[in-house]
């Protein structure tokens, strides 16, 4: 009976053990996170309460790198997981797509009285906050968009991310109403076909204008009131990316070639040489000339001689 006793005893001991060994080693497996993202939008003393943020969800980690994925994976846009120039032109690049192609976001929301606006419950992946300009009295803000991976895929429990977002700013008077928009090329082409581009104006198509050589791939027109200008390129030639770049009515489409470079090698002949020496064959015609021109001038002095 002792005995009895003493092997269930035993059996009960063990099986808690394995019970609590199995809950320590994989909680963080068992538990299914999300994580959040908490926008903080202050400037100085000035708290831009109501400026409206879009959240979209871009793409995804896959080995080093990002890849672009869902609505935004068909876009000719470089990511660079190692470079930050890369990916805050990206960002401008994307967001340019996202408002006039009119894509669907994740969430969006205010700031609030405090300067903060929290995105809650966002899964692992690469995503992309979108500020509206904001106007208080004489001054307007335009945030900047910002590329920001959410990892829930870690030990840890806290996966919340406070950001900062970039917000520029400019008096009324400081608003520059002359646009401009620039074709760049970046590839080794000598010429290139003309392409569309399409002006918008608040996020409405406002008329679409031919680029080329003739006009130097600029063209240059001027505001009436302070809307909010935006260019696309109609369509982008294959094997190239695009990047757009938007400072205060200067707007650039830069495209850089990703296919392989033709290269034209021009073979020029050398000329015919005599096979048992090397020579070429134009010192023998010339030498050959002269050897006739003086046995002629030999024989005639020969024939003066005589006579």
């Known amino acids: 009976m002792k005995k009895t006793v003493h092997t269930r005893l035993i059996a009960l001991i ?28 202050r400037r100085g003393n000035t708290i831009l309460t109501g400026m409206n943020w879009r959240l979209y969800h871009v793409g995804k980690c896959l080995g080093d790198n990002y890849v672009l994925d869902g609505d935004f994976s068909n876009y000719p846009v470089l990511i660079d997981k190692k470079s930050a120039d890369v990916m805050n032109n990206a960002a401008v690049t994307l967001e340019n797509y996202a408002i006039l192609d009119n894509l669907p976001y994740e969430n969006c929301g205010v700031i609030d009285d405090e300067g903060y606006l929290t995105f809650p419950n966002l899964k692992s992946g690469l995503y992309m906050v979108s500020g509206d300009v904001f106007n208080i009295k004489e001054t307007f803000y335009q945030p900047s968009a910002a590329l920001i991976e959410i990892n829930t895929n870690t030990d840890k429990s806290d996966v919340d991310l406070v950001v900062y977002p970039k917000v520029k700013y400019a008096l009324l008077s400081e608003i520059n109403m002359n646009n401009t928009v620039k074709k760049i090329w970046n590839d080794t082409k000598q010429s290139h076909e003309p392409l569309d ?36 390129e109609a369509a982008v030639p294959a094997d190239y990316i695009v990047n757009y770049q938007i400072d205060n009515g200067k707007y650039a489409i830069e495209n850089t070639f990703t296919g392989v470079e033709e290269t034209i090698v021009t073979t020029i002949p050398e000329p015919q040489k005599l096979p048992q020496t090397g020579q070429l064959w134009w010192p023998v015609i010339v030498m050959g000339s002269a050897g006739i021109i003086l046995i002629i001038i030999g024989i005639k002095l020969k024939k003066r001689s005589k006579a």
């Open 197 to 232: 581009v399409e002006i918008y104006k608040n996020s409405e198509l406002h008329e679409t204008v031919t680029l080329n050589e003739e006009n130097n791939w600029t063209y240059s027109w001027k505001a009436t009131d302070y809307s909010q200008w935006r260019v696309k």
């Open 14 to 41: 063990s099986a808690a053990l394995m019970l609590f060994i199995s809950a320590a080693v994989y909680p963080s497996h068992a538990i299914s996170q999300n994580g959040s993202l908490t926008l903080i939008c």
